[in-house]
T-cell receptor
Framework: AQTVTQSQPEMSVQEAETVTLSCTYD???????LFWYKQPPSRQMILVIR??????QNATENRFSVNFQKAAKSFSLKISDSQLGDAAMYFC?????????????FGKGTKLSVIP | NAGVTQTPKFRILKIGQSMTLQCAQD?????MYWYRQDPGMGLKLIYY???????DKGEVPNGYNVSRSTTEDFPLRLELAAPSQTSVYFC????????????FGDGTRLSIL
């Protein structure tokens, strides 16, 4: 079974600075997808960024980018120019690419605080 | 565009009571899911459905039942509520292919007392 580990329960960053959230995963599969979700205090789960394992290029969405290291099974999220609205829980998630694969496996999350 | 709509947002149940959490999506997604999120934890899959009339168990199905009579709706039934079912419940939906992200509702906070 796949597992997702987020080793940083809490992180903080100064407004306008850059922060990196860590995520590692364990799998024997070669085809899979990785996601970062943001959960603000409103509780809504919001997709931040997605990475396909077969793509070598790291995904980027505006101020959010990932460092995907397939051999190391690492999938970190970098937030540049941090804003107060970035304060939230961040969850890393894994989904198998195989036929009949539906489940998202989540890490325990990292709580990010943004200091004005 | 409503996306995934969950009702109710909050509910308190007594031990042994039953209730149904409602979930509806208007994106014509084939796949729908129910997750629970316990304090300090990530989400765990309870049940999922790949289309109307088809459902299957996820990681933590005990104490729950689901049905999928239409593409839009995927209710979650709690029978004989227990304190261990106190959690936040999320419904999600997605298109067929694995690379498509799941879209989540706003969650239902359920307390069993």
């Amino acid at each position: 079974a796949q597992t997702v580990t987020q080793s940083q329960p809490e992180m903080s960053v100064q407004e306008a600075e850059t922060v990196t959230l860590s995520c590692t995963y364990d799998t024997s599969e070669s085809d899979y997808y990785l996601f970062w979700y943001k959960q603000p205090p409103s509780r809504q789960m919001i997709l931040v960024i997605r990475q396909e394992a077969y793509k070598q290029q790291n995904a980027t969405e505006n101020r959010f980018s990932v460092n995907f290291q397939k051999a190391a099974k690492s999938f970190s999220l970098k937030i540049s120019d941090s804003q107060l609205g970035d304060a939230a829980m961040y969850f890393c998630a894994y989904r198998s690419g195989g036929a009949g694969s539906y489940q998202l496996t989540f890490g325990k999350g990292t709580k990010l605080s943004v200091i004005p | 565009n409503a996306g995934v709509t969950q009702t109710p947002k909050f509910r308190i149940l007594k031990i042994g009571q039953s209730m149904t959490l409602q979930c509806a999506q208007d994106m014509n997604h084939n796949y729908m899911y129910w997750y629970r999120q316990d304090p300090g934890m990530g989400l765990k899959l309870i049940y999922y459905s790949v289309g109307a009339g088809i459902t299957d168990k996820g990681e933590v199905p005990n104490g729950y039942n689901v049905s999928r009579s239409t593409t839009e709706d995927f209710p979650l039934r709690l029978e004989l509520a227990a304190p261990s079912q106190t959690s936040v419940y999320f419904c999600a939906s997605s298109y067929r292919v694995s690379r498509q992200p799941q879209h989540f509702g706003d969650g239902t906070r359920l307390s069993i007392l």
